[in-house]
């Protein structure tokens, strides 16, 4: 039928060559008509003067017959002839309906009843013969008479296969489906480069790398003829965080565990982590949940994340205490202390934990009753503009005891993150640090158009915070700390070359700890025990083999992140920079990434007006950005006072 077709067609538009092709199912019967494409060669088209859209034609088949011009028919063949049922196994599916329901129904109840009398059955036996048949009769009716799904409705017990279906499709598809590199949001060969080293396994690649070099978007750092040799043991591994206003500045590793509460995690997840961080001296962050007592047992160093909700520093009305916060600030662990404005994955989001949920740890961690509902509100009250945040940061800092305090933000605006700049300018006050948050950022719950469309990833986000700082002089005043999406040792080299001084991971430990991206974080469901309070989940996660996967995880990453700075011929990471990594455009063109993401020079954003301002002539078309957000970022903090006065 098909051939005849095509012949016909071709015919009649007179082409030398055509290729037909069949979009649909195989069915007259089924739901949705056959869509017919002729592929007409361009040879043909020249030839004739056409113009012609692609496809080039398009036939809606309905009643599995075709004409031609000439209004010939097309003669059915045998296999047209055949019943659906024969023909196309989904048609079994459409088949069914209440009324076969009904008939098969009254069919194994029949069957049932002869087999009961044939046999002469006991009580006990016919109970069991029927059994089967009433359940089908009790699944099906109340699939007819729920009001919630149509396809049960229409399709009763039968239609119950697409549900179970969807349930396996995950898993079907993450093992059976895709390859090594389809997976998302980490492939597989990202999340097998981290289970081999925190197994302390040969995380070797043999015969060569996977990735098509071609492909656009393909990245790579360049090499040195000239390697150097550095010790992942070295200082130069290390960065100290706090300037001269800390009197208790912190040693930190170029790469430390990333903000995930407690609660979101379970007891043992805090625990194994904690204690990894204690075994590889590197720090692990709190996330906004508070401090919580798993967090102090194994002795690790800590980053208390500070968020809206206060947890840990607060009074019964939700508002900051400084009470309080000098009673956790004070214990030995807490080495800085981290204010949260937003985070990649939710920005500008707030929470809600249900009091069916606070458990004794829970409100013990977080100070609050466990017979309320938990908040935490999209912004902060303890300030209300960038100028009071600077000096509620330095607030922070003389209750902590001189500990270094920084701010966590995931970029959206630039002329708001202009005002927090100018702020600081203006005040004279800084974070010791700041925390780049890539809207690729992971989270155990979020709206996915928050998760999928708000937010600055990392790249452009901390190229954007890196070139504020550096525009105003006040670069060497602070640390910058990437996290969204890291996992190699290439992230962390493609991050510090972009102005980051050292990286924060939360899924990369997380898949130390044995996660398996089942995508089950915010059902309380997790298999590995990560993600829930369940305890007979929890006891899966065992804290002694788990915390030794987290310090291997650190060791072979911050170990193979030392060797290829020294394969380029770098002598410290601080020598990174964006024109030693490059990346190809399209399948002829590569470039490196100064090309696009080149930080401005220092005070070049003071002095673009000025006559010194000729210097940076080669960024004129950037300061005419900067230059106007930053304008803008002066606005709002005028206009911010002004508020405040009235």
Same mark, same amino acid.
């Given at each position: 039928?098909?051939?005849?077709?095509?012949?016909?067609?071709?015919?009649?538009?007179?082409?030398?060559?055509?290729?037909?092709?069949?979009?649909?199912?195989?069915?007259?019967?089924?739901?949705?008509?056959?869509?017919?494409?002729?592929?007409?060669?361009?040879?043909?088209?020249?030839?004739?003067?056409?113009?012609?859209?692609?496809?080039?034609?398009?036939?809606?088949?309905?009643?599995?017959?075709?004409?031609?011009?000439?209004?010939?028919?097309?003669?059915?063949?045998?296999?047209?002839?055949?019943?659906?049922?024969?023909?196309?196994?989904?048609?079994?599916?459409?088949?069914?309906?209440?009324?076969?329901?009904?008939?098969? =129904?009254?069919? +194994?109840?029949?069957?049932?009843?002869?087999?009961?009398?044939?046999?002469?059955?006991?009580?006990?036996?016919?109970?069991?013969?029927?059994?089967?048949?009433? +359940?089908?009769?009790?699944?099906?009716? =109340?699939?007819?008479?729920?009001?919630?799904?149509?396809?049960?409705?229409?399709?009763?017990?039968?239609?119950?296969?697409?549900?179970?279906?969807?349930?396996?499709?995950?898993?079907?598809?993450?093992?059976?489906?895709?390859?090594?590199?389809?997976?998302?949001?980490?492939?597989?060969?990202?999340?097998?480069?981290?289970?081999?080293?925190?197994?302390?396994?040969?995380?070797?690649?043999?015969?060569?790398?996977?990735?098509?070099?071609?492909?656009? =978007?393909?990245?790579?750092?360049?090499?040195? +003829?000239?390697?150097?040799?550095?010790?992942?043991?070295?200082?130069?591994?290390?960065?100290?965080?706090?300037?001269?206003?800390?009197?208790?500045?912190?040693?930190?590793?170029?790469?430390?565990?990333?903000?995930?509460?407690?609660?979101?995690?379970?007891?043992?997840?805090?625990?194994?982590?904690?204690?990894?961080?204690?075994?590889?001296?590197?720090?692990?962050?709190?996330?906004?949940?508070?401090?919580?007592?798993?967090?102090?047992?194994?002795?690790?160093?800590?980053?208390?994340?500070?968020?809206?909700?206060?947890?840990?520093?607060?009074?019964?009305?939700?508002?900051?205490?400084?009470?309080?916060?000098?009673?956790?600030?004070?214990?030995?662990?807490?080495?800085?202390?981290?204010?949260?404005?937003?985070?990649?994955?939710?920005?500008?989001? $707030?929470?809600?934990?249900?009091?069916?949920?606070?458990?004794?740890?829970?409100?013990?961690?977080?100070?609050?009753?466990?017979?309320?509902?938990?908040?935490?509100?999209?912004?902060?009250?303890?300030?209300?503009?960038?100028?009071?945040?600077?000096?509620?940061?330095?607030?922070?800092?003389?209750?902590?005891?001189?500990?270094?305090?920084?701010?966590?933000?995931?970029?959206?605006?630039?002329?708001?993150?202009?005002?927090?700049?100018?702020?600081?300018?203006?005040?004279?006050?800084?974070?010791?640090?700041?925390?780049?948050?890539?809207?690729?950022?992971?989270?155990?719950?979020?709206?996915?158009?928050?998760?999928?469309?708000?937010?600055?990833?990392?790249?452009?986000?901390?190229?954007?915070?890196?070139?504020?700082?550096? =525009?105003?002089?006040?670069?060497?005043?602070?640390?910058?700390?990437?996290?969204?999406?890291?996992?190699?040792?290439?992230?962390?080299?493609?991050?510090?070359?972009?102005?980051?001084?050292?990286?924060?991971?939360?899924?990369?430990?997380?898949?130390?700890?044995?996660?398996?991206?089942?995508?089950?974080?915010?059902?309380?469901?997790?298999?590995?025990?990560?993600?829930?309070?369940?305890?007979? +989940?929890?006891? $899966?996660?065992?804290?002694?083999?788990?915390?030794?996967?987290?310090?291997?995880?650190?060791?072979?990453?911050?170990?193979?992140?030392?060797?290829?700075? $020294?394969?380029?011929?770098?002598?410290?990471?601080?020598?990174?920079?964006?024109?030693?990594?490059?990346?190809?455009?399209?399948?002829?063109?590569?470039?490196?990434?100064?090309?696009?993401?080149?930080?401005?020079?220092?005070?070049?954003?003071?002095?673009?007006?000025?006559?010194?301002?000729?210097?940076?002539?080669?960024?004129?078309?950037?300061?005419?950005?900067? $230059?106007?957000?930053?304008?803008?970022?002066?606005?709002?903090?005028?206009?911010?006072?002004?508020?405040?006065?009235?």
């Amino acid at each position: 039928f098909f051939d005849r077709l095509k012949f016909k067609m071709a015919r009649v538009l007179r082409c030398r060559s055509a290729s037909l092709s069949v979009i649909a199912p195989r069915s007259s019967t089924a739901m949705f008509p056959c869509v017919f494409t002729m592929n007409i060669s361009d040879e043909d088209v020249k030839g004739k003067g056409w113009v012609v859209h692609k496809p080039a034609i398009q036939i809606r088949h309905l009643h599995r017959s075709a004409s031609t011009r000439n209004g010939d028919k097309v003669k059915p063949s045998k296999s047209m002839n055949k019943t659906s049922s024969e023909t196309y196994f989904p048609d079994f599916i459409h088949a069914w309906g209440r009324g076969t329901f009904a008939s098969v =129904g009254a069919g +194994l109840t029949g069957l049932a009843a002869a087999a009961i009398y044939q046999f002469d059955m006991s009580l006990l036996g016919g109970a069991a013969t029927l059994a089967p048949v009433a +359940l089908y009769w009790k699944a099906g009716l =109340g699939d007819m008479s729920q009001r919630h799904h149509a396809i049960l409705r229409n399709f009763p017990l039968l239609g119950r296969m697409r549900y179970l279906l969807e349930t396996l499709r995950p898993e079907i598809h993450q093992y059976f489906v895709e390859n090594d590199r389809d997976g998302r949001p980490f492939n597989r060969q990202k999340r097998a480069n981290v289970y081999q080293r925190s197994k302390n396994m040969e995380a070797t690649m043999p015969f060569g790398t996977r990735k098509d070099v071609t492909n656009e =978007g393909y990245e790579w750092a360049g090499h040195s +003829l000239w390697p150097v040799h550095l010790d992942d043991t070295s200082e130069s591994a290390r960065v100290l965080v706090g300037g001269e206003t800390c009197s208790q500045p912190y040693s930190a590793s170029i790469f430390n565990i990333s903000a995930m509460s407690y609660g979101a995690l379970s007891d043992n997840a805090i625990l194994a982590l904690n204690g990894g961080a204690k075994r590889g001296n590197f720090f692990h962050n709190t996330g906004e949940g508070g401090v919580s007592r798993f967090h102090l047992q194994p002795g690790g160093d800590i980053v208390w994340n500070i968020g809206t909700g206060y947890f840990g520093c607060r009074n019964l009305d939700g508002s900051f205490s400084a009470e309080k916060f000098v009673e956790t600030a004070s214990k030995p662990n807490i080495r800085m202390i981290e204010l949260k404005l937003s985070q990649g994955a939710k920005p500008g989001h $707030g929470g809600l934990l249900p009091k069916e949920k606070i458990s004794p740890a829970i409100a013990e961690a977080r100070g609050v009753p466990m017979d309320q509902d938990c908040n935490s509100p999209p912004r902060h009250s303890a300030f209300n503009n960038p100028v009071e945040m600077m000096y509620f940061i330095a607030k922070l800092r003389e209750l902590s005891g001189g500990k270094p305090v920084g701010m966590k933000l995931c970029v959206g605006r630039p002329e708001e993150l202009a005002a927090v700049v100018h702020a600081m300018v203006t005040t004279g006050l800084h974070p010791d640090f700041i925390t780049v948050d890539g809207a690729e950022g992971g989270t155990g719950a979020a709206p996915p158009e928050f998760s999928d469309s708000i937010g600055m990833p990392l790249i452009e986000g901390l190229t954007l915070v890196n070139s504020f700082l550096r =525009g105003v002089g006040i670069r060497d005043k602070m640390r910058l700390i990437g996290s969204g999406r890291i996992t190699s040792s290439f992230d962390i080299i493609r991050t510090l070359s972009l102005g980051a001084d050292m990286c924060n991971s939360a899924r990369g430990f997380m898949f130390s700890l044995g996660c398996i991206q089942a995508l089950m974080c915010n059902t309380n469901m997790c298999p590995t025990g990560i993600t829930t309070n369940q305890p007979h +989940l929890m006891k $899966g996660l065992v804290v002694e083999t788990k915390e030794t996967r987290v310090f291997n995880y650190h060791k072979h990453t911050v170990k193979s992140t030392m060797e290829m700075i $020294g394969a380029m011929g770098l002598n410290s990471p601080e020598e990174l920079e964006p024109s030693l990594i490059y990346r190809r455009i399209d399948g002829f063109k590569a470039s490196h990434f100064e090309k696009f993401y080149t930080p401005l020079r220092t005070n070049s954003i003071l002095m673009r007006d000025s006559d010194a301002g000729d210097l940076y002539d080669d960024q004129l078309e950037q300061l005419k950005d900067f $230059g106007l957000w930053w304008e803008k970022g002066k606005e709002i903090n005028a206009k911010f006072a002004q508020s405040s006065t009235a």
